[in-house]
Nanobody, 123 residues
Framework: QLQASGGGLVQAEGSLRLSCAAS????????VGWFRQAPGKEREFVSA????????RYADSVKGRFTISKNSALNTVYLQMDDLKPEDTAVYYC??????????????????WGQGTLVTVSS
């Protein structure tokens, strides 16, 4: 089971760092993705990282503002979010996949969804 944490209330242009930790499993051989779901909207892809090689991918809406990274020793994936905007307000989830690179943004390819953490950005 994955556990996302680090959400909270922040003003626009502020920063937050989310964490995704796994209990009872390792991320080896997986890709870890971050998704978000705003009220009344579908869950959308934010970013993903290949655990083994460290390659990363981002949605256009967060490119240049968000950074995904990993700590192998802690078996944890981070999402550093800078220059936050009100439209970033959502519940953020992490999940696992072994899908191919071109499908990393497809939420149907992911499993082991965590409970999510709420990020609220005020204007």
């Amino acid at each position: 089971q994955l556990q996302a944490s680090g959400g909270g209330l922040v003003q626009a242009e502020g920063s937050l760092r989310l964490s995704c930790a796994a209990s009872g499993r390792t991320f080896s051989n997986f890709r870890v993705g971050w998704f978000r779901q705003a009220p009344g909207k579908e869950r959308e892809f934010v970013s993903a990282i290949v655990w083994g090689g460290g390659s990363t991918r981002y949605a256009d809406s967060v490119k240049g503002r968000f950074t995904i990274s990993k700590n192998s020793a802690l078996n944890t994936v981070y999402l550093q979010m800078d220059d936050l905007k009100p439209e970033d307000t959502a519940v953020y989830y992490c999940a696992l996949t072994q899908t191919i690179w071109s499908s990393l943004n497809d939420r149907s390819r992911y499993t082991n969804w965590g409970q999510g953490t709420l990020v609220t950005v005020s204007s």
